[in-house]
Protein backbone atom coordinates (compact mmCIF):
# COMPACT_ATOMS: atom_id res chain seq x y z
CA UNK A 1 0.00 0.00 0.00
CA UNK A 2 1.17 3.49 -0.94
CA UNK A 3 0.61 6.70 -1.16
CA UNK A 4 0.75 8.66 -5.20
CA UNK A 5 0.09 12.22 -6.03
CA UNK A 6 -0.40 14.68 -9.31
CA UNK A 7 -0.65 18.21 -9.77
CA UNK A 8 -0.66 20.25 -12.77
CA UNK A 9 -1.99 24.00 -12.33
CA UNK A 10 -0.92 27.41 -11.58
CA UNK A 11 0.37 26.82 -7.98
CA UNK A 12 3.78 26.10 -7.10
CA UNK A 13 3.55 22.58 -7.53
CA UNK A 14 6.55 21.53 -5.01
CA UNK A 15 4.28 22.70 -1.98
CA UNK A 16 0.78 21.17 -3.40
CA UNK A 17 2.41 17.50 -3.80
CA UNK A 18 4.28 17.53 -0.38
CA UNK A 19 1.24 18.92 1.55
CA UNK A 20 -0.61 15.96 -0.60
CA UNK A 21 1.40 13.50 0.38
CA UNK A 22 1.73 14.63 3.98
CA UNK A 23 -2.11 13.40 3.90
CA UNK A 24 -1.17 9.68 2.17
CA UNK A 25 1.80 8.92 5.05
CA UNK A 26 -0.82 6.87 6.67
CA UNK A 27 -0.83 4.48 3.46
CA UNK A 28 3.09 4.14 3.74
CA UNK A 29 6.08 6.46 5.13
CA UNK A 30 9.41 4.09 4.27
CA UNK A 31 10.76 6.55 1.31
CA UNK A 32 8.93 9.01 -0.97
CA UNK A 33 9.91 10.95 -3.93
CA UNK A 34 9.03 13.53 -6.78
CA UNK A 35 9.10 14.22 -10.15
CA UNK A 36 8.65 17.72 -11.69
CA UNK A 37 9.00 19.61 -15.02
CA UNK A 38 11.19 22.88 -13.85
CA UNK A 39 10.61 26.59 -15.38
CA UNK A 40 12.91 25.30 -18.54
CA UNK A 41 10.36 22.03 -18.60
CA UNK A 42 13.71 19.59 -17.83
CA UNK A 43 12.46 16.70 -15.61
CA UNK A 44 13.75 16.38 -12.01
CA UNK A 45 13.80 13.83 -9.60
CA UNK A 46 14.34 13.65 -5.65
CA UNK A 47 13.84 11.18 -3.71
CA UNK A 48 14.66 9.48 -0.19
CA UNK A 49 14.64 7.44 2.23
CA UNK A 50 12.51 7.53 5.02
CA UNK A 51 9.23 9.73 5.78
CA UNK A 52 8.42 12.75 3.58
CA UNK A 53 9.98 15.64 6.06
CA UNK A 54 13.08 14.43 4.82
CA UNK A 55 12.22 14.31 1.18
CA UNK A 56 10.92 17.92 2.45
CA UNK A 57 14.49 18.89 3.30
CA UNK A 58 16.74 18.24 0.17
CA UNK A 59 14.23 19.77 -2.44
CA UNK A 60 16.03 22.92 -3.54
CA UNK A 61 13.41 26.14 -4.64
CA UNK A 62 11.61 25.17 -8.01
CA UNK A 63 9.50 27.05 -10.36
CA UNK A 64 7.51 23.87 -10.96
CA UNK A 65 3.89 23.74 -12.01
CA UNK A 66 3.40 20.21 -12.73
CA UNK A 67 4.65 17.07 -11.45
CA UNK A 68 3.84 13.23 -9.52
CA UNK A 69 4.99 11.99 -6.37
CA UNK A 70 4.95 9.09 -4.02
CA UNK A 71 5.13 7.60 -0.21
CA UNK A 72 6.20 4.11 -0.20
CA UNK A 73 5.01 1.13 1.80
CA UNK A 74 7.76 -1.20 0.51
CA UNK A 75 6.70 -4.85 -1.05
CA UNK A 76 9.28 -5.58 -3.08
CA UNK A 77 12.63 -4.32 -2.19
CA UNK A 78 14.00 -2.71 0.85
CA UNK A 79 13.02 0.60 1.36
CA UNK A 80 15.85 2.75 0.77
CA UNK A 81 16.69 5.67 -1.90
CA UNK A 82 16.89 3.48 -4.98
CA UNK A 83 13.94 1.52 -4.50
CA UNK A 84 11.73 4.79 -4.31
CA UNK A 85 9.60 5.79 -6.61
CA UNK A 86 9.49 7.89 -9.23
CA UNK A 87 11.26 5.29 -11.40
CA UNK A 88 12.43 6.55 -14.72
CA UNK A 89 13.39 5.48 -18.20
CA UNK A 90 14.44 8.10 -20.78
CA UNK A 91 11.65 10.90 -20.78
CA UNK A 92 9.05 9.19 -18.68
CA UNK A 93 8.83 8.96 -14.42
CA UNK A 94 6.49 6.46 -13.04
CA UNK A 95 4.69 6.41 -9.92
CA UNK A 96 2.64 3.43 -8.58
CA UNK A 97 0.64 2.15 -5.92
CA UNK A 98 -0.05 -2.01 -6.08
CA UNK A 99 1.80 -5.19 -7.18
CA UNK A 100 2.84 -6.04 -10.83
CA UNK A 101 2.92 -9.75 -10.46
CA UNK A 102 4.75 -10.72 -13.32
CA UNK A 103 7.55 -8.41 -13.56
CA UNK A 104 10.26 -10.79 -13.28
CA UNK A 105 9.27 -12.14 -16.69
CA UNK A 106 8.75 -8.50 -17.82
CA UNK A 107 12.32 -7.25 -16.42
CA UNK A 108 13.62 -10.33 -18.07
CA UNK A 109 12.26 -9.67 -21.55
CA UNK A 110 13.42 -5.76 -21.19
CA UNK A 111 16.60 -6.29 -20.17
CA UNK A 112 17.03 -8.99 -23.07
CA UNK A 113 15.89 -5.71 -25.15
CA UNK A 114 18.19 -3.70 -23.66
CA UNK A 115 16.99 -1.58 -20.81
CA UNK A 116 18.90 -1.37 -17.89
CA UNK A 117 17.36 -1.64 -14.28
CA UNK A 118 19.15 0.14 -11.53
CA UNK A 119 16.50 -1.18 -8.38
CA UNK A 120 14.77 -4.45 -7.27
CA UNK A 121 10.82 -2.77 -7.55
CA UNK A 122 8.02 -3.98 -9.91
CA UNK A 123 7.41 -0.49 -10.86
CA UNK A 124 10.41 0.08 -12.38
CA UNK A 125 9.10 -2.33 -15.21
CA UNK A 126 6.26 -0.03 -15.85
CA UNK A 127 8.95 2.68 -16.45
CA UNK A 128 10.41 1.12 -18.88
CA UNK A 129 7.79 -1.05 -20.31
CA UNK A 130 5.74 2.59 -20.92
CA UNK A 131 9.13 3.86 -22.38
CA UNK A 132 9.59 1.14 -24.86
CA UNK A 133 6.01 1.64 -26.16
CA UNK A 134 7.14 5.39 -26.65
CA UNK A 135 10.25 4.97 -28.25
CA UNK A 136 8.29 2.64 -30.83
CA UNK A 137 5.47 5.27 -31.51
CA UNK A 138 6.54 8.94 -30.09
CA UNK A 139 3.92 11.68 -29.64
CA UNK A 140 0.93 10.07 -27.62
CA UNK A 141 1.68 9.26 -24.47
CA UNK A 142 -1.39 7.42 -23.41
CA UNK A 143 -1.43 5.33 -26.31
CA UNK A 144 2.08 4.04 -25.05
CA UNK A 145 0.76 3.42 -21.37
CA UNK A 146 -2.35 1.80 -22.57
CA UNK A 147 -0.38 -1.04 -24.52
CA UNK A 148 2.50 -1.30 -21.44
CA UNK A 149 -0.66 -2.36 -19.46
CA UNK A 150 -1.86 -4.35 -21.75
CA UNK A 151 1.08 -7.01 -20.41
CA UNK A 152 1.11 -5.99 -16.83
CA UNK A 153 -0.42 -8.90 -14.69
CA UNK A 154 -1.06 -7.62 -11.12
CA UNK A 155 -2.51 -3.84 -9.57
CA UNK A 156 -2.15 -0.73 -10.07
CA UNK A 157 -2.70 3.03 -9.46
CA UNK A 158 -0.21 5.08 -11.38
CA UNK A 159 0.66 8.47 -12.58
CA UNK A 160 3.09 9.42 -15.14
CA UNK A 161 4.99 12.94 -16.27
CA UNK A 162 7.06 12.67 -19.52
CA UNK A 163 8.66 15.79 -20.43
CA UNK A 164 8.12 15.34 -23.91
CA UNK A 165 4.24 16.21 -22.61
CA UNK A 166 5.00 19.31 -20.38
CA UNK A 167 1.00 19.93 -20.11
CA UNK A 168 -0.52 16.68 -19.18
CA UNK A 169 -0.36 14.14 -16.48
CA UNK A 170 -1.34 10.33 -17.27
CA UNK A 171 -3.16 8.36 -14.73
CA UNK A 172 -4.63 4.40 -14.40
CA UNK A 173 -5.99 2.63 -11.79
CA UNK A 174 -7.22 -1.36 -11.63
CA UNK A 175 -7.25 -2.50 -8.09
CA UNK A 176 -5.93 0.55 -6.44
CA UNK A 177 -7.70 3.27 -5.27
CA UNK A 178 -7.36 6.63 -7.86
CA UNK A 179 -9.07 10.06 -7.58
CA UNK A 180 -9.09 13.03 -9.30
CA UNK A 181 -9.56 16.48 -7.84
CA UNK A 182 -10.85 19.21 -9.95
CA UNK A 183 -10.07 22.85 -9.66
CA UNK A 184 -10.11 26.42 -11.30
CA UNK A 185 -7.12 26.30 -13.37
CA UNK A 186 -5.39 23.26 -11.70
CA UNK A 187 -6.28 19.48 -11.18
CA UNK A 188 -4.92 16.78 -8.68
CA UNK A 189 -4.27 13.02 -8.86
CA UNK A 190 -4.30 11.30 -5.59
CA UNK A 191 -4.41 7.66 -4.44
CA UNK A 192 -7.36 9.19 -1.18
CA UNK A 193 -8.99 12.05 -1.01
CA UNK A 194 -7.43 13.11 2.39
CA UNK A 195 -4.49 14.25 -0.18
CA UNK A 196 -6.83 16.68 -2.43
CA UNK A 197 -9.11 18.15 0.74
CA UNK A 198 -6.76 20.92 1.43
CA UNK A 199 -7.35 22.42 -2.22
CA UNK A 200 -10.74 21.07 -3.57
CA UNK A 201 -13.35 19.17 -2.45
CA UNK A 202 -14.61 18.40 -5.91
CA UNK A 203 -13.73 14.88 -6.91
CA UNK A 204 -14.29 12.40 -9.60
CA UNK A 205 -13.52 8.56 -8.64
CA UNK A 206 -11.63 6.53 -11.32
CA UNK A 207 -12.97 3.20 -11.62
CA UNK A 208 -11.26 0.03 -12.64
CA UNK A 209 -9.37 -0.40 -15.92
CA UNK A 210 -9.59 3.74 -16.52
CA UNK A 211 -7.26 5.78 -17.73
CA UNK A 212 -7.12 10.05 -17.36
CA UNK A 213 -5.30 12.56 -19.45
CA UNK A 214 -5.21 15.37 -17.11
CA UNK A 215 -4.38 18.48 -17.95
CA UNK A 216 -4.72 22.27 -16.21
CA UNK A 217 -8.07 23.22 -17.60
CA UNK A 218 -9.49 19.43 -18.23
CA UNK A 219 -9.65 15.94 -17.47
CA UNK A 220 -10.40 13.36 -20.13
CA UNK A 221 -11.22 9.87 -18.83
CA UNK A 222 -11.25 6.68 -21.19
CA UNK A 223 -11.07 2.67 -20.84
CA UNK A 224 -8.35 1.17 -21.78
CA UNK A 225 -9.32 0.55 -25.66
CA UNK A 226 -9.05 4.42 -25.49
CA UNK A 227 -13.08 4.89 -25.46
CA UNK A 228 -13.77 7.96 -23.32
CA UNK A 229 -15.67 7.70 -20.30
CA UNK A 230 -18.29 9.99 -18.81
CA UNK A 231 -17.41 10.40 -15.45
CA UNK A 232 -19.81 11.70 -12.42
CA UNK A 233 -18.60 15.14 -9.90
CA UNK A 234 -19.14 14.53 -6.20
CA UNK A 235 -18.67 17.31 -3.42
CA UNK A 236 -17.03 15.84 -0.29
CA UNK A 237 -18.84 16.72 2.50
CA UNK A 238 -15.99 15.97 5.10
CA UNK A 239 -13.09 17.72 6.94
CA UNK A 240 -9.43 17.02 6.51
CA UNK A 241 -9.61 14.59 10.21
CA UNK A 242 -12.89 12.48 8.95
CA UNK A 243 -10.92 12.57 5.28
CA UNK A 244 -8.00 10.22 6.94
CA UNK A 245 -10.35 7.79 7.61
CA UNK A 246 -12.31 7.74 4.81
CA UNK A 247 -15.35 8.83 6.39
CA UNK A 248 -15.03 6.30 8.94
CA UNK A 249 -15.23 6.87 12.79
CA UNK A 250 -12.27 5.00 13.91
CA UNK A 251 -9.37 3.62 12.05
CA UNK A 252 -10.16 -0.36 13.46
CA UNK A 253 -13.52 -0.02 11.65
CA UNK A 254 -11.63 1.15 8.27
CA UNK A 255 -8.97 -1.71 8.86
CA UNK A 256 -11.83 -4.14 9.27
CA UNK A 257 -12.91 -3.06 6.27
CA UNK A 258 -10.06 -2.94 4.20
CA UNK A 259 -9.76 -6.82 4.75
CA UNK A 260 -11.11 -7.20 1.66
CA UNK A 261 -8.40 -5.78 -0.39
CA UNK A 262 -5.70 -6.86 2.24
CA UNK A 263 -6.32 -10.12 1.67
CA UNK A 264 -6.48 -10.03 -2.15
CA UNK A 265 -3.18 -8.16 -1.91
CA UNK A 266 -1.44 -11.23 0.54
CA UNK A 267 -2.46 -13.44 -2.41
CA UNK A 268 -1.37 -11.61 -5.60
CA UNK A 269 1.03 -13.46 -7.35
CA UNK A 270 0.89 -16.10 -5.48
CA UNK A 271 -1.85 -18.81 -6.24
CA UNK A 272 -1.21 -21.25 -9.12
CA UNK A 273 -4.64 -22.94 -9.30
CA UNK A 274 -4.20 -24.59 -12.83
CA UNK A 275 -0.63 -25.88 -11.06
CA UNK A 276 -2.47 -26.97 -7.59
CA UNK A 277 0.56 -24.97 -5.93
CA UNK A 278 1.80 -21.78 -4.12
CA UNK A 279 4.47 -19.93 -4.94
CA UNK A 280 6.59 -17.94 -2.61
CA UNK A 281 9.25 -15.89 -4.96
CA UNK A 282 11.35 -14.72 -1.54
CA UNK A 283 11.26 -18.52 0.31
CA UNK A 284 14.88 -19.71 0.08
CA UNK A 285 13.89 -23.26 0.88
CA UNK A 286 13.76 -25.70 -2.07
CA UNK A 287 11.35 -29.15 -2.02
CA UNK A 288 14.30 -31.26 -0.41
CA UNK A 289 14.54 -28.55 2.43
CA UNK A 290 10.72 -28.49 3.34
CA UNK A 291 10.85 -32.66 3.12
CA UNK A 292 13.32 -32.37 6.10
CA UNK A 293 11.87 -30.19 8.11
CA UNK A 294 10.99 -32.45 11.61
CA UNK A 295 9.65 -29.66 13.43
CA UNK A 296 8.03 -26.55 13.50
CA UNK A 297 8.73 -24.23 16.44
CA UNK A 298 5.92 -20.93 16.06
CA UNK A 299 7.01 -17.75 17.48
CA UNK A 300 4.91 -15.10 18.36
CA UNK A 301 2.87 -12.25 20.87
CA UNK A 302 -0.56 -11.38 21.46
CA UNK A 303 -2.62 -11.43 18.43
CA UNK A 304 0.34 -13.02 15.87
CA UNK A 305 0.44 -15.62 18.73
CA UNK A 306 -3.28 -16.33 17.88
CA UNK A 307 -1.97 -16.43 14.01
CA UNK A 308 0.61 -19.30 14.99
CA UNK A 309 -2.19 -21.29 17.20
CA UNK A 310 -3.85 -21.41 13.85
CA UNK A 311 -0.86 -22.21 12.12
CA UNK A 312 0.31 -25.46 14.27
CA UNK A 313 -3.57 -26.93 14.01
CA UNK A 314 -3.17 -26.32 9.76
CA UNK A 315 0.82 -27.53 9.43
CA UNK A 316 -0.06 -30.40 11.72
CA UNK A 317 -3.16 -31.50 10.29
CA UNK A 318 -2.15 -30.91 6.43
CA UNK A 319 1.82 -31.19 6.52
CA UNK A 320 2.22 -33.78 9.10
CA UNK A 321 4.92 -31.75 10.37
CA UNK A 322 4.96 -31.72 14.70
CA UNK A 323 4.05 -27.86 15.24
CA UNK A 324 4.30 -26.49 18.86
CA UNK A 325 3.22 -22.96 19.61
CA UNK A 326 5.37 -20.57 22.23
CA UNK A 327 5.23 -16.79 22.97
CA UNK A 328 8.09 -14.90 22.47
CA UNK A 329 8.61 -13.96 26.31
CA UNK A 330 8.39 -17.85 27.18
CA UNK A 331 10.16 -19.09 24.56
CA UNK A 332 13.41 -16.98 24.95
CA UNK A 333 14.30 -18.20 28.81
CA UNK A 334 13.07 -21.57 28.37
CA UNK A 335 15.73 -24.00 27.22
CA UNK A 336 13.81 -25.19 24.09
CA UNK A 337 14.70 -28.20 22.31
CA UNK A 338 16.10 -27.47 19.03
CA UNK A 339 17.79 -28.98 16.32
CA UNK A 340 19.16 -27.93 12.83
CA UNK A 341 15.94 -29.35 11.39
CA UNK A 342 13.27 -27.48 13.28
CA UNK A 343 12.02 -24.61 11.14
CA UNK A 344 11.41 -21.66 13.63
CA UNK A 345 8.71 -19.33 12.43
CA UNK A 346 8.55 -15.91 13.92
CA UNK A 347 5.05 -14.18 13.19
CA UNK A 348 4.99 -10.10 14.01
CA UNK A 349 3.05 -7.90 12.15
CA UNK A 350 5.82 -4.95 13.47
CA UNK A 351 8.97 -6.91 12.95
CA UNK A 352 9.84 -4.98 15.93
CA UNK A 353 8.19 -6.69 19.30
CA UNK A 354 11.65 -7.37 21.45
CA UNK A 355 10.04 -10.68 22.74
CA UNK A 356 10.06 -12.28 19.58
CA UNK A 357 13.10 -10.56 18.05
CA UNK A 358 15.06 -11.67 21.21
CA UNK A 359 13.48 -15.72 20.31
CA UNK A 360 14.75 -15.27 16.74
CA UNK A 361 18.05 -14.53 18.12
CA UNK A 362 18.32 -17.42 20.41
CA UNK A 363 16.95 -19.91 17.76
CA UNK A 364 19.89 -19.26 15.09
CA UNK A 365 22.36 -19.69 17.94
CA UNK A 366 21.22 -23.24 17.93
CA UNK A 367 21.73 -23.28 14.14
CA UNK A 368 17.85 -23.51 12.49
CA UNK A 369 16.29 -22.37 9.70
CA UNK A 370 14.46 -19.18 10.96
CA UNK A 371 11.13 -17.46 8.73
CA UNK A 372 9.68 -14.21 9.74
CA UNK A 373 5.96 -13.67 8.84
CA UNK A 374 5.99 -9.82 8.94
CA UNK A 375 4.31 -6.49 7.60
CA UNK A 376 7.01 -4.25 7.85
CA UNK A 377 9.04 -3.90 4.91
CA UNK A 378 12.90 -3.18 6.41
CA UNK A 379 11.49 -3.75 9.94
CA UNK A 380 14.48 -5.44 12.56
CA UNK A 381 13.01 -9.03 11.87
CA UNK A 382 13.75 -8.78 8.13
CA UNK A 383 17.15 -8.28 8.74
CA UNK A 384 17.82 -11.16 11.01
CA UNK A 385 16.11 -13.95 9.81
CA UNK A 386 16.89 -16.22 7.18
CA UNK A 387 13.43 -16.23 5.33
CA UNK A 388 11.13 -13.33 5.23
CA UNK A 389 7.81 -13.90 4.08
CA UNK A 390 5.37 -10.35 3.67
CA UNK A 391 1.58 -10.05 4.66
CA UNK A 392 1.38 -6.56 2.47
CA UNK A 393 -1.55 -5.79 4.64
CA UNK A 394 -0.30 -2.17 3.82
CA UNK A 395 -0.13 0.49 7.42
CA UNK A 396 -2.18 -0.46 10.32
CA UNK A 397 -2.86 2.42 11.95
CA UNK A 398 -5.57 1.29 15.38
CA UNK A 399 -3.80 -0.30 18.09
CA UNK A 400 -5.96 -3.56 17.88
CA UNK A 401 -4.79 -5.49 14.58
CA UNK A 402 -7.25 -6.74 12.38
CA UNK A 403 -5.98 -6.60 9.10
CA UNK A 404 -2.40 -7.64 9.58
CA UNK A 405 -3.99 -10.74 11.36
CA UNK A 406 -5.58 -11.95 8.73
CA UNK A 407 -3.20 -11.49 6.38
CA UNK A 408 -0.68 -13.54 9.04
CA UNK A 409 -3.34 -15.99 9.01
CA UNK A 410 -3.78 -15.85 4.91
CA UNK A 411 0.16 -16.51 4.62
CA UNK A 412 0.07 -19.31 6.91
CA UNK A 413 -2.71 -21.08 4.37
CA UNK A 414 -0.23 -20.39 1.80
CA UNK A 415 2.99 -21.41 3.35
CA UNK A 416 0.98 -24.59 4.71
CA UNK A 417 -0.40 -25.49 1.25
CA UNK A 418 3.00 -25.20 -0.25
CA UNK A 419 4.73 -27.17 2.54
CA UNK A 420 1.96 -30.06 1.80
CA UNK A 421 2.70 -29.95 -1.96
CA UNK A 422 6.49 -30.43 -1.50
CA UNK A 423 5.63 -33.07 1.14
CA UNK A 424 3.58 -34.81 -0.91
CA UNK A 425 0.50 -34.78 1.63
CA UNK A 426 -2.02 -33.24 -0.89
CA UNK A 427 -2.79 -33.60 -4.36
CA UNK A 428 -3.31 -31.03 -6.85
CA UNK A 429 -6.98 -31.14 -7.14
CA UNK A 430 -7.82 -30.52 -3.60
CA UNK A 431 -5.27 -28.12 -3.86
CA UNK A 432 -6.70 -26.57 -7.00
CA UNK A 433 -10.14 -26.73 -4.81
CA UNK A 434 -9.06 -24.82 -2.00
CA UNK A 435 -7.07 -21.71 -3.55
CA UNK A 436 -10.10 -21.22 -5.89
CA UNK A 437 -12.26 -20.55 -2.11
CA UNK A 438 -9.29 -18.90 -0.67
CA UNK A 439 -9.54 -16.20 -4.15
CA UNK A 440 -13.65 -16.23 -3.04
CA UNK A 441 -12.80 -14.96 0.76
CA UNK A 442 -12.65 -11.09 0.29
CA UNK A 443 -16.07 -11.74 -1.13
CA UNK A 444 -17.20 -13.14 1.47
CA UNK A 445 -15.35 -10.80 3.81
CA UNK A 446 -17.93 -8.09 1.95
CA UNK A 447 -21.00 -9.87 3.13
CA UNK A 448 -20.22 -10.10 6.37
CA UNK A 449 -19.65 -6.52 6.69
CA UNK A 450 -22.69 -5.70 5.00
CA UNK A 451 -24.53 -7.48 7.26
CA UNK A 452 -22.49 -5.43 10.75
CA UNK A 453 -25.49 -4.04 11.68
CA UNK A 454 -26.96 -7.42 12.93
CA UNK A 455 -23.62 -7.68 14.65
CA UNK A 456 -23.99 -4.12 16.10
CA UNK A 457 -27.32 -4.50 17.57
CA UNK A 458 -25.99 -7.67 19.44
CA UNK A 459 -22.90 -6.05 20.67
CA UNK A 460 -25.42 -3.31 22.50
CA UNK A 461 -27.54 -5.64 23.74
CA UNK A 462 -24.12 -6.90 25.53
CA UNK A 463 -22.53 -4.59 26.15
CA UNK A 464 -23.17 -3.86 30.27
CA UNK A 465 -21.83 -7.27 30.71
CA UNK A 466 -18.96 -7.81 32.94
CA UNK A 467 -17.40 -11.09 31.68
CA UNK A 468 -17.43 -12.61 28.11
CA UNK A 469 -16.54 -15.90 27.16
CA UNK A 470 -15.51 -17.13 23.67
CA UNK A 471 -15.52 -20.69 23.15
CA UNK A 472 -14.27 -22.70 19.97
CA UNK A 473 -12.82 -26.22 18.81
CA UNK A 474 -9.57 -27.00 16.58
CA UNK A 475 -9.04 -24.36 13.80
CA UNK A 476 -11.96 -22.17 15.36
CA UNK A 477 -10.20 -22.14 19.12
CA UNK A 478 -7.52 -19.66 18.15
CA UNK A 479 -10.16 -17.41 16.81
CA UNK A 480 -12.10 -17.65 20.37
CA UNK A 481 -9.14 -16.42 21.74
CA UNK A 482 -8.47 -13.72 19.03
CA UNK A 483 -12.05 -12.66 19.88
CA UNK A 484 -11.25 -12.60 23.93
CA UNK A 485 -8.44 -10.34 23.20
CA UNK A 486 -10.35 -8.08 20.72
CA UNK A 487 -13.08 -7.54 23.20
CA UNK A 488 -10.59 -6.87 26.35
CA UNK A 489 -8.13 -4.81 24.64
CA UNK A 490 -10.60 -1.80 23.46
CA UNK A 491 -13.63 -2.50 25.67
CA UNK A 492 -12.11 -3.56 28.82
CA UNK A 493 -14.74 -6.15 29.35
CA UNK A 494 -12.95 -9.16 31.07
CA UNK A 495 -13.00 -12.09 28.10
CA UNK A 496 -12.14 -15.41 28.28
CA UNK A 497 -11.41 -17.41 25.26
CA UNK A 498 -11.70 -21.03 25.63
CA UNK A 499 -10.99 -24.94 23.84
CA UNK A 500 -14.96 -25.59 24.40
CA UNK A 501 -14.44 -28.61 25.05
CA UNK A 502 -12.67 -27.37 28.51
CA UNK A 503 -15.32 -25.73 29.62
CA UNK A 504 -15.77 -27.82 32.07
CA UNK A 505 -13.10 -27.92 33.73
CA UNK A 506 -13.18 -24.96 35.57
CA UNK A 507 -14.55 -21.85 33.67
CA UNK A 508 -18.22 -23.51 33.50
CA UNK A 509 -18.11 -22.30 37.47
CA UNK A 510 -18.33 -18.47 36.38
CA UNK A 511 -21.30 -19.03 34.10
CA UNK A 512 -24.38 -17.46 34.50
CA UNK A 513 -27.34 -15.80 32.94
CA UNK A 514 -25.69 -12.36 33.18
CA UNK A 515 -22.37 -14.09 31.14
CA UNK A 516 -22.50 -14.23 27.46
CA UNK A 517 -20.82 -16.84 25.36
CA UNK A 518 -19.72 -16.79 22.12
CA UNK A 519 -19.79 -20.04 20.44
CA UNK A 520 -17.76 -20.19 16.90
CA UNK A 521 -19.57 -22.88 15.50
CA UNK A 522 -19.31 -23.28 12.05
CA UNK A 523 -19.99 -26.79 10.62
CA UNK A 524 -17.33 -29.31 10.50
CA UNK A 525 -15.61 -32.35 12.13
CA UNK A 526 -16.24 -30.64 15.89
CA UNK A 527 -19.74 -28.90 15.07
CA UNK A 528 -21.62 -32.07 17.08
CA UNK A 529 -19.25 -31.13 19.93
CA UNK A 530 -19.61 -27.17 19.86
CA UNK A 531 -23.34 -28.05 20.44
CA UNK A 532 -23.05 -30.12 23.05
CA UNK A 533 -20.83 -27.37 24.54
CA UNK A 534 -23.67 -24.83 23.81
CA UNK A 535 -26.38 -27.03 25.70
CA UNK A 536 -23.92 -26.79 28.57
CA UNK A 537 -23.78 -23.33 28.83
CA UNK A 538 -27.41 -23.02 28.04
CA UNK A 539 -28.64 -24.94 31.16
CA UNK A 540 -26.94 -22.51 33.33
CA UNK A 541 -28.39 -19.59 31.90
CA UNK A 542 -25.78 -18.05 29.88
CA UNK A 543 -26.88 -15.84 26.82
CA UNK A 544 -25.76 -17.73 23.62
CA UNK A 545 -23.92 -15.97 20.48
CA UNK A 546 -23.60 -18.42 17.67
CA UNK A 547 -21.10 -17.47 15.10
CA UNK A 548 -22.58 -20.03 12.49
CA UNK A 549 -22.60 -21.13 8.79
CA UNK A 550 -25.37 -19.13 6.58
CA UNK A 551 -26.97 -22.37 5.82
CA UNK A 552 -27.18 -23.53 9.49
CA UNK A 553 -30.74 -24.09 10.11
CA UNK A 554 -30.41 -25.80 13.07
CA UNK A 555 -28.55 -23.83 15.72
CA UNK A 556 -30.95 -20.81 16.15
CA UNK A 557 -33.01 -23.42 18.19
CA UNK A 558 -30.03 -23.78 20.75
CA UNK A 559 -29.11 -19.96 20.98
CA UNK A 560 -29.65 -16.15 21.70
CA UNK A 561 -28.04 -15.11 18.84
CA UNK A 562 -26.94 -16.33 15.11
CA UNK A 563 -24.42 -14.53 13.44
CA UNK A 564 -23.58 -15.93 10.03
CA UNK A 565 -20.92 -16.35 7.72
CA UNK A 566 -21.12 -17.70 4.09
CA UNK A 567 -20.68 -20.89 3.31
CA UNK A 568 -17.23 -21.85 2.89
CA UNK A 569 -14.57 -24.82 2.89
CA UNK A 570 -14.82 -25.71 6.66
CA UNK A 571 -10.94 -25.27 6.88
CA UNK A 572 -11.02 -21.74 5.54
CA UNK A 573 -13.84 -20.88 8.18
CA UNK A 574 -11.05 -19.57 10.60
CA UNK A 575 -10.45 -16.37 7.68
CA UNK A 576 -14.57 -15.25 8.16
CA UNK A 577 -15.47 -16.00 11.79
CA UNK A 578 -12.79 -13.64 12.64
CA UNK A 579 -13.93 -10.64 11.01
CA UNK A 580 -17.25 -11.14 12.87
CA UNK A 581 -15.61 -11.25 16.23
CA UNK A 582 -13.24 -8.18 15.47
CA UNK A 583 -16.96 -6.40 14.77
CA UNK A 584 -18.61 -7.86 17.94
CA UNK A 585 -15.55 -5.88 19.62
CA UNK A 586 -15.63 -3.06 17.70
CA UNK A 587 -19.29 -2.24 18.32
CA UNK A 588 -19.19 -3.28 22.10
CA UNK A 589 -16.58 -0.49 22.61
CA UNK A 590 -18.32 2.07 20.65
CA UNK A 591 -21.44 1.20 22.78
CA UNK A 592 -18.73 1.90 25.60
CA UNK A 593 -17.53 4.89 24.35
CA UNK A 594 -14.18 3.49 24.60
CA UNK A 595 -11.21 4.79 23.40
CA UNK A 596 -10.88 2.57 20.36
CA UNK A 597 -7.62 3.22 18.44
CA UNK A 598 -5.51 4.38 20.84
CA UNK A 599 -6.73 1.91 24.13
CA UNK A 600 -5.39 2.69 27.56
CA UNK A 601 -1.96 1.13 28.59
CA UNK A 602 -0.99 -0.63 25.03
CA UNK A 603 0.62 0.05 21.98
CA UNK A 604 0.76 -1.23 18.80
CA UNK A 605 4.41 -2.66 18.76
CA UNK A 606 6.50 -3.37 21.50
CA UNK A 607 9.95 -2.84 21.69
CA UNK A 608 10.77 -3.47 25.22
CA UNK A 609 10.94 -6.45 27.07
C1 LIG B 1 1.24 -5.32 20.80
C2 LIG B 1 0.06 -4.95 19.93
C3 LIG B 1 -0.70 -6.21 19.50
C4 LIG B 1 0.25 -7.19 18.84
C5 LIG B 1 1.44 -7.51 19.75
C6 LIG B 1 2.49 -8.30 19.00
O1 LIG B 1 0.79 -5.80 22.03
O2 LIG B 1 -0.82 -4.09 20.61
O3 LIG B 1 -1.74 -5.88 18.61
O4 LIG B 1 -0.45 -8.38 18.56
O5 LIG B 1 2.07 -6.30 20.18
O6 LIG B 1 2.98 -7.48 17.99
P1 LIG B 1 3.70 -7.98 16.70
O7 LIG B 1 4.11 -6.73 16.00
O8 LIG B 1 4.88 -8.78 17.13
O9 LIG B 1 2.72 -8.79 15.93
Not at 195 to 215: D, G, H, P, Q, S
Not at 289 to 305: D, L, P, V, Y
Amino acid sequence: MCGIVGYIGERDAVSVLIESLKKLEYRGYDSAGLALLDGKGKSCVFKTEGEISRLESILPELPARIGIGHTRWATHGKPNTINAHPHVSGSISVVHNGIIENYLELKESLESEGFVFVSDTDTEVLAHLINKYYLKNPGDLAIAIRSALGEVRGSYALSVLSEEHPHELIAARKDSPLILGLGEHENFIASDIPAILKYTNRVIYMENLEMVRVKRDSVQVFDLDGNPRFKEEHIIPWNLEAAEKAGYPHFMLKEIHEQTNSIHETLAGRLQELEGDVIFDELDLDKEQIQNIHRIEIIACGTSFNAGLLGKYLFEGLTGIHTDVDNGSEFRYSNPVLTPSTLVIAITQSGETADTLAAVREATSYGCTTLAITNVVGSTISREASNIIYTRAGPEIGVAATKSFISQLVVLYLLVIHFARARSMMDADRVGKLLSELRKIPGHVSRILEDKENIQKCASRFAESKDYFFIGRNINYPIALEGALKLKEISYIHAEGYAAGELKHGPLALISEDVPVVAIAPQGHTYDKILSNIKEVKSRDASVIAIADSDDGEIAKYVDVVLTVPKTDFILTPLLTTVVVQLLAYYTALERNCSIDKPRNLAKSVTVE
